[in-house]
Nanobody, 123 residues
Framework: QVQLVESGGGLVQAGDSLRLSCIAS????????LGWFRRAPGKERQFVAR???????RYTDSVKGRFTVSRDNAKNTMYLQMSSLKSEDTAVYYC?????????????????WGQGTQVTVSS
């Protein structure tokens, strides 16, 4: 069965950096588009960044220039490098995988989800 496991979350100060990882198992990793989403307190889960099966990336406007999404197919791992963190980045971050999907900003494209990792940015 497919399993996605996030790690790397924690409590940091505004301006700090964090790198989240998402390790996948039970799938042919290189065939999947991958995404990061987040749910802030009291809000719905929202798109953050995605990397396609062909390596193409896209970001939500609020993280452009601060976050970088990448994937290492040899390690079955996706990363989210976050820098210049702000208090509004505080959320539970989820990784997700979608087989050969194109509209990777759309949560409905994803069948596989991780359990999430908490990121808290204090100001």
């Amino acid at each position: 069965q497919v399993q996605l496991v996030e790690s790397g979350g924690g409590l940091v100060q505004a301006g700090d950096s964090l790198r989240l990882s998402c390790i996948a198992s039970g799938l042919i990793f290189s065939d999947y588009g991958l995404g990061w989403f987040r749910r802030a307190p009291g809000k719905e889960r929202q798109f953050v960044a995605r990397v396609g099966w062909n390596g193409g990336t896209r970001y939500t406007d609020s993280v452009k220039g601060r976050f970088t999404v990448s994937r290492d197919n040899a390690k079955n791992t996706m990363y989210l490098q976050m820098s210049s963190l702000k208090s509004e980045d505080t959320a539970v971050y989820y990784c997700a995988a979608a087989l050969y999907a194109n509209r990777l900003e759309d949560q409905s494209m994803y069948k596989e989800w991780g359990q999430g990792t908490q990121v808290t940015v204090s100001s």
